[in-house]
């Protein structure tokens, strides 16, 4: 998927009150967490899209990992980015 359609599959996936697995890696990163607040969407249009990646032990490990889904990662700035799941 390209940047634009992750971020539409997140918004449309927060809007119907559903969360995104979410890890945040690198400087500044808190390891994995569901999000569910709709400016999430907003968030990752600021950010570098790196495109498809190899999860992260983070999401790999969380219990609401499915291996079915593809992992994406963003990159912010100073070392810090984030990864995230999306069908």
């Not at 983070?58 to 219990?63: L, N, T, V």
């Not at 609401?64 to 810090?80: I, V």
Request: aromatic share 12%.
């Amino acid at each position: 998927m390209t940047k634009e359609q992750v971020i539409s599959f997140v918004k449309s996936e927060l809007e119907c009150g559903n969360s995104i697995l979410v890890a945040t890696l690198g400087n500044g990163g808190a390891g994995e967490d569901m999000v569910r607040n709709i400016d999430f969407a907003e968030f990752l249009e600021s950010l570098d899209f790196a495109g498809e990646v190899e999860p992260a032990d983070d999401i790999a490990h969380s219990k609401c990992y499915d291996p079915k889904w593809r992992t994406y990662q963003f990159n912010g700035g100073n070392g810090f980015y984030l990864q995230l799941q999306a069908e």
